[in-house]
């Protein structure tokens, strides 16, 4: 701040000071309830404000030392507002700086835990702080909500200043504040790790997220789950078996422990996989849903995928993790997944003709999505891009042309696959006797996105299986079927005798979960993909052997992708292998749930689950385990195609050519290409219930990432953004952005 705002650097110096040791005044010590600790709030909160110093661009505007924090985030922000604005707000920042004093000690409990351990008597008196808070029976801060109601209405009519607050949970919250004054004020916050200067894009509208319905019905849902699940818990794991994240010692501890599931995952996999998983032992985690997991270890893979699905069942595991009751729209389509056996059945074989249509599609999205402009970087969203691009090219799969282009229609496919992650997120949060109730209603938005498809794909269907009424009475009717999901599907159920699944009706809702699972789950690993080969070194030039060996293969291939084509294309499909090794948006597969009455019983350690136990393998410490994977943590886009090949740059003299072979003798013994699964790559599961659509999802990667090596510049990334650990799983930024320009002279598909 010396460097780039003098001035304010030194006016500032007294107030963090002052703020400081506020933090420690020993009259913190006399906190014994509520009524002591808000009036111990009041008086430090008007100690801290009692000094002030005024900024030298607005006289009128001083800092204390709560308001400073609004400074600090100005200036991290470079925001300039001017002298009209926060003369504005100045009244208000000074209310919320209650709130703030409050929410610091919340924040700060961890902080003085740890301070209270080492001795300091003030760490020891703060850390009851958090005790009073929620032992209180009201809200201590209702009374500055309400001022602050009345102060953001004043300066919203008297500078015609507009406040908006768009809360997604868990996604992002903004706060803008909009004005007509040439210098508009925004803030910008992301949930995650928060750090204290960051509170303040909260604070000027925390009387708004408070009470705003989506916090206070995930709110009191969860309270009414933790009380339904306290009075109602089972046991539903082995006793034997010890735990990983659970202090017993704890008030509370499996509670406390499922609520850590939140943050704490990848350590509390990490320590159970070198503690036991190595070892050969099971162990059980905790989860933020309430339901702890038994995890296996890697030696006893085949065992679990080997128990029959009346025992051990993928299915009913999917079906309870996407909710199922209420999700899709009807309960059979995940009780009964039939679409699962037509792409099993039809989709690896039907591929190679689909290429072509594929390749057209993917071509005609980029074109339109990225541009033709050969002279101007372009800004690109890169995730929302990838998102609309590969919903046309699974639609061209599933439903064919002229439907896979039309923006209505995929746009709610798209946001339906968003609300199913919404929708299981909220009714994790619900005791089951309320599901019924919000079941119904945070799906509300899944039926009308599954309505305003409908309108589209009945007329389709309905002519479709029209079209194959008649060429079953007259072989000589002049019809040929699409190679597409839909005749498929009738086919099959033509062949099998299945009425049920002949009806328009369940024709129209099988795309449902086919688009939930082809859309989201192949945006969140191309993204990936994408961000790790472009925060890749640039020396190593990774991105030009992968431009290289495509347009080798093309111009053998006559410019036209082939099945044969696609299977040489070793180095992309070893660089989307690697990203879904380093960057899978999963920390366990290969999941089931314990079906039979009685449980079942595991010979190799002597253990017994019971009916509804989850068990699974901790595929996040095993894909990064440095006896199987050399230098596991690092991105390397090369290691499963070495072996395939005596180089893997065209400068033989590139760095990157130093560890030509290099790889353990476990790797370089196994079938490593992107749709093989093994016990040491699980991103599409293992055994019988292996994703079926690995083979389209590994044309459609190839055919992408050589479609914009070889017609775009794409400037590289300086690092990589880190994913976002929500619970068990991991997302990619979905708001980075990437620059492309369109490559002069480049190929016309």
């Known amino acids: 701040m010396q460097e780039y705002d003098k001035e304010l650097a030194n006016r500032i110096v007294k107030p963090v000071i002052t703020f400081m040791r506020a933090q420690t005044d020993k009259v913190r010590r006399e906190i014994h309830g509520p009524g002591a600790y808000s009036s111990i709030v009041r008086r430090t909160w008007a100690r801290r404000t009692s000094l002030t110093w005024p900024i030298a661009n607005c006289p009128t505007y001083e800092i204390n030392p709560l308001s400073l924090l609004c400074v600090l985030v100005r200036f991290s922000k470079n925001i300039r507002p001017t002298d009209k604005v926060l003369q504005a707000i100045q009244h208000v920042e000074r209310n919320c700086s209650k709130h703030l004093s409050v929410v610091n000690d919340i924040y700060s409990w961890e902080k003085e835990v740890e301070s209270s351990r080492t001795g300091l008597k003030e760490g020891a008196a703060l850390?009851?702080?958090?005790?009073v808070i929620a032992e209180s029976k009201r809200f201590l801060t209702r009374g500055w909500d309400l001022v602050h109601d009345e102060q953001r209405a004043e300066v919203e009519k008297g500078l015609r200043v507009i406040v908006s607050v768009l809360l997604k949970l868990p996604g992002a919250n903004y706060v803008s504040i909009a004005t007509t004054d040439p210098s508009p004020l925004r803030f910008h916050r992301h949930y995650g790790s928060i750090a204290l200067v960051n509170l303040y894009h909260t604070m000027i509208n925390l009387p708004d997220i408070l009470t705003h319905p989506a916090v206070i019905i995930s709110t009191l849902l969860f309270v009414l789950k933790q009380i339904y699940d306290g009075l109602s818990a089972r046991s539903e794991t082995p006793a034997g078996l010890p735990w990983v994240g659970l202090d017993e010692n704890k008030l509370f501890a499996e509670t406390r422990a499922h609520l850590?599931?939140?943050t704490n995952v990848r350590e509390w996999l990490s320590e159970g996989y070198h503690k036991y998983s190595k070892r050969g032992k099971s162990y059980i985690i905790p989860d933020f849903s309430g339901k702890p997991e038994i995890v296996l270890p890697r030696t006893q893979i085949p065992w679990l995928v080997a128990q029959p699905e009346d025992v051990l069942s993928a299915a009913a595991w999917h079906y309870d993790s996407l909710e199922g009751d209420f999700a899709f729209t009807r309960k059979k389509l995940l009780q009964d997944p039939y679409h699962e056996a037509v792409i099993h059945k039809y989709l690896p074989r039907r591929l190679p003709a689909l290429i072509p249509e594929l390749w057209d599609e993917v071509a005609r999205g980029f074109?339109?999505?990225?541009?033709?402009?050969?002279?101007?970087?372009?800004?690109i969203p890169l995730y929302d891009s990838l998102m609309y691009m590969i919903s046309r090219a699974v639609n061209?799969?599933?439903?064919?042309l002229p439907l896979c282009r039309n923006e209505d229609y995929l746009s709610n496919m798209r946001h339906f696959a968003m609300d199913i992650i919404k929708t299981g997120v909220m009714l994790r949060f619900t005791p089951r006797w309320l599901r019924p109730v919000v079941g119904r209603l945070v799906t509300i938005p899944n039926h009308l996105h599954y309505r305003n498809t409908a309108k589209y794909t009945i007329p389709l269907i309905t002519e479709r299986l029209e079209q194959f009424r008649m060429k079953e009475q007259n072989p000589d009717y002049d019809w040929v079927a699409p190679n597409d999901f839909l005749s498929w599907s009738i086919m099959l159920a033509t062949a099998e005798g299945r009425q049920d699944e002949l009806t328009v009706d369940?024709?129209?809702?099988?795309l449902m979960p086919l688009n939930f699972a082809a859309i989201h789950t192949t945006a969140i690993s191309i993204t990936n993909l994408f961000?790790?080969?472009?925060?890749?070194?640039?020396?190593l030039h990774y991105l030009e052997g992968i431009r290289q060996e495509a347009a080798a293969i093309l111009s053998e291939e006559n410019g036209q992708w082939t099945k044969a084509g696609l299977a040489r294309c070793h180095r992309a499909d070893s660089a989307m292998r690697e990203s879904m090794r380093v960057n899978n948006f999963m920390s366990r597969n290969v999941l089931r749930k314990v079906l039979l009455k009685g449980g079942i019983h595991n010979q190799a350690e002597g253990w017994h689950a019971s009916q509804g136990t989850i068990i699974g393998i901790d595929m996040q410490s095993?894909?990064?385990d440095a006896d199987i994977y050399t230098d596991p943590d690092t991105y390397d886009p090369f290691r499963f195609s070495r072996s395939k090949e005596k180089e893997c740059v065209p400068n033989t003299e590139n760095p990157a050519d130093a560890n030509v072979g290099d790889g353990s003798n476990h790797l370089e013994q196994k079938n490593t290409g992107l749709v093989n699964t093994s016990d040491v790559f699980l991103p599409f599961s293992h055994g019988r219930h292996a994703c079926p659509g690995r083979f389209f999802v590994a044309a459609e990667v190839k055919m992408m990432l050589s479609y914009l090596l070889l017609n775009y510049d794409v400037e590289p990334l300086a690092s990589r953004p880190p994913n976002l650990w929500f619970g068990t799983s991991s997302v990619p930024p979905t708001k980075a952005t990437i620059r492309v320009r369109r490559k002069e002279g480049s190929i016309k598909v």
Do not use: F, Y
């Open 531 to 539: 961000l790790d080969l472009l925060a890749s070194e640039p020396s």
């Open 506 to 510: 369940m024709l129209s809702r099988r």
């Open 367 to 379: 074109d339109e999505s990225w541009g033709l402009d050969t002279h101007t970087w372009k800004e």
């Open 396 to 400: 061209r799969m599933l439903v064919g």
């Open 622 to 624: 095993i894909q990064h």
């Open 127 to 131: 850390c009851s702080v958090l005790k």
């Open 260 to 262: 850590s599931g939140l």
